[in-house]
């Protein structure tokens, strides 16, 4: 079998490149950076040197392809974050279109049920519907949980200020481990027998915020570690502070209350999976190692 990673060496698309390669098939990997194609030739794979924001270049490299794991990477200098994440979505569908491939599975997000509200999840939702379009293609969206890996935004917290917080608190927070992401990526592509338009949903752990403070406080020496929630206002000018532009402050902010609402995970709670293996206590070493190195 022939695949197409996008995410270049990524904490889930190295994984899952990895677990492809070792059942035998053929993988090349998307990435924007010349500096990479050393460490993906080394893994095994095919270097394909591009930009997701180039059709022509998208077509060339899924032409031939089994399937294609497609996922949006982030932009940090967007002007319209969610229109420039629906944007990567209609070049991807294009694209499949063209090269003729007949199975995608979508790197999504728990919230993606919801078109607004939700920073830029609300983007997705929009690549979910370009590739939901798509005739004669079986798509399958992942729709992973909070990323632990998001809680190492807060080092910088909880070293100057003792605390770890945002614009939420007192609530459950699904959460998820990007090896757990791809392992169900690898499954999935390598049964290769999901049919028309589908969601799955991946979730680790359900930790509410007092826990994650408890788990996170105990793994670095801080047993005594509280969450605090903060006003938007104050969320906002923090994010501002650490160096990230309005646009993307304002959509985390309003993913922020998303959460705190429990919108973010209301599809979600209706359709809950079987955990996958790696809990918050596992999280939290690399966390304290984290913490130790900042």
């Avoid at 924001?53 to 294609?68: H, I, Y």
């Avoid at 690549?127 to 992973?144: Q, S």
């Avoid at 670095?220 to 929630?229: E, R």
Wanted: aromatic share 8%.
């Amino acid at each position: 079998m022939k695949y197409v990673i996008t995410g270049s060496t990524g904490h889930i698309s190295k994984p899952l490149s990895e677990q492809l390669i070792k059942a035998g098939h053929q993988v090349t990997i998307i990435s924007s950076n010349q500096d990479k194609v050393k460490e993906i030739e080394g893994l095994g794979a095919k270097a394909s040197i591009g930009s997701v924001e180039d059709v022509a270049f998208l077509t060339k490299t899924f032409t031939g392809a089994d399937a294609v794991y497609t996922m949006v990477p982030p932009k940090w200098d967007a002007k319209n974050w969610k229109e420039e994440i629906h944007s990567i979505g209609k070049n991807y569908a294009t694209a499949i279109k063209a090269a003729g491939v007949k199975k995608v599975v979508n790197l999504s997000s728990v919230g993606a049920h919801m078109p607004k509200g939700c920073g830029p999840v609300s983007g997705i939702h929009f690549v979910e519907k370009e590739l939901n379009a798509l005739g004669g293609v079986d798509v399958l969206h992942l729709r992973p949980a909070y990323f632990y890996y998001n809680l190492l935004g807060n080092i910088g917290m909880i070293k100057h200020m003792g605390i770890i917080g945002g614009n939420y608190g007192d609530v459950t927070i699904p959460m998820v481990h990007p090896r757990d992401i791809a392992s169900v990526a690898a499954e999935e592509l390598l049964k290769f027998d999901f049919k028309g338009k589908s969601i799955r949903y991946i979730v680790s752990d359900e930790p509410n915020t007092n826990e994650i403070a408890k788990v996170l406080g105990e793994a670095i020496g801080k047993p005594d570690l509280q969450w605090v929630k903060f006003k938007d206002e104050d969320t906002l000018n923090g994010i501002l502070q650490a160096g990230l532009s309005q646009e993307v402050a304002e959509n985390y902010v309003e993913m922020g209350t998303a959460i705190a609402s429990g919108e973010m995970s209301a599809d979600y709670n209706k359709h809950k999976p079987a955990l996958s293996p790696t809990k918050l206590k596992d999280f939290a070493k690399e966390f304290a190692a984290a913490y130790a190195n900042s």
